[in-house]
């Protein structure tokens, strides 16, 4: 019997569903708000949001992407300036772009003077110079929410995440900086188990502290410690179909699925980036601006009345036109940011990587047996 390929020699930098994965996660996100938005209600598998559940893939995802790309720059200073060019550029043209543009529109769809967001607590302005550190410490502006849902006055209800992210950026960088990366993997692994645990307890009624640091560091961590330990992660059909299995009864069984699926839910999506049949690499990266742009394009589309259209098209004519602002923001922000990313100041040596990184370059994770 052949044996299974490890997730090391099943990963092929230059041939994987991670650009597929992305996009369409960022999809199931535009689309769990659509209904949201226009209608008040959103899409649940079992206990979860099916757009929650989304968040989570991408969190395992970057937690296995991050650790790998601080691995192999082999330099805290590229690290974050990567990290750095790949959020915030973007975020910050997007929190722009909202308030001064969505939000005018969105005071004139509500009846109001497009000057009326200028006034008040909270103005336009404010809203950008309160949230421009990526934390959302101001969700909207006065007078302006979602008529589907009047006590949700957000203008880009998907921002949340992108600071939780960047703690999540940090909290490897820190892992490298202690050598926890780079040697002593099972800190890494005792980490995870600690978190399960408290997930766990959790879901039991216990007081962890903020539940939804605990809930996206889980999962984000899980996808690097599959990085780390990737020759020891089998990639095998049968193992993905049990995780299934495991991920639906958490989610039916209990309030939070990753008490009893965590570890599952994250090997599902790995086994998915070196198993599903569709492998481009995509030229445009449109999942990030997919992310941040379609909640407000949602939101509009509700004020202006398009709701009346249906769910089929409003959910459609929506994603067309996020999809629109999304490859702008590709073409003119983030793509010409992360053109900047090899500046000769961010180089910064650091400890020789492992040669698990090694393995995962380009040219040197290709597995010796046949694709399945």
């Known amino acids: 019997m052949r044996p299974r390929p490890s997730l090391a020699e099943a990963f092929d930098p230059r041939g994987n569903a991670l650009d597929v994965l992305r996009l369409a996660l960022a999809v199931v996100v535009a689309l769990t708000h659509a209904t949201l938005l226009g209608f008040g209600w959103q899409p649940v598998w079992g206990s979860a949001y099916l757009g929650d559940l989304a968040v989570d893939g991408f969190f395992v995802l970057s937690g296995f992407l991050v650790a790998r790309s601080y691995l192999r720059l082999g330099s805290l200073r590229r690290y974050a300036w990567h990290r750095f060019l790949r959020i915030m550029p973007g975020f910050w043209v997007c929190l722009l772009l909202v308030a001064g543009v969505v939000a005018p529109l969105a005071a004139l769809l509500s009846g109001r003077p497009a000057t009326s967001v200028l006034t008040g607590e909270d103005t336009a302005l404010s809203y950008v110079t309160s949230n421009a550190l990526l934390r959302i410490n101001q969700l909207g502006v006065d007078g302006v929410g979602n008529p589907a849902d009047a006590g949700d006055p ?171 602002a999304a490859t702008a923001s590709w073409l003119l922000v983030e793509a010409p940011a992360l053109r900047a990313k090899d500046a000769a100041w961010v180089q910064f040596p650091l400890p020789r990587a492992t040669a698990l990184t090694a393995r995962l370059r380009p040219g040197a994770g290709r597995r010796k047996t046949p694709r399945s």
């Open 154 to 324: 957000s203008l880009d209800g998907s921002l949340w995440s992108l600071f939780y992210e960047a703690l999540c950026y940090g909290a490897v960088a820190a892992l490298g900086v202690l050598g926890l990366l780079h040697r002593r993997r099972w800190v890494l692994a005792a980490l995870c188990a600690l978190l399960w645990a408290a997930t766990i307890a959790g879901a039991a009624g216990v007081d962890v502290g903020s539940p939804l640091v605990l809930r996206l560091l889980f999962v984000f961590l899980l996808g690097s410690a599959a990085f780390l330990f990737a020759e020891r992660v089998p990639v095998s059909t049968a193992l993905a179909g049990a995780s299934l299995v495991l991920v639906a009864a958490g989610l039916h069984l209990l309030p939070d699925h990753r008490a009893l699926a965590g570890p599952a839910f994250a090997y599902l999506l790995l086994w998915a980036v070196v198993r599903l049949p569709l492998r481009p690499r995509l030229r445009w990266d449109l999942s990030y601006g997919l992310y941040v742009y379609h909640w407000p394009v949602y939101l509009l589309l509700s004020l202006a009345g398009a709701g009346v259209l249906g769910v089929p098209a409003f959910t459609a004519l929506g994603l067309l036109i996020a999809a629109a």
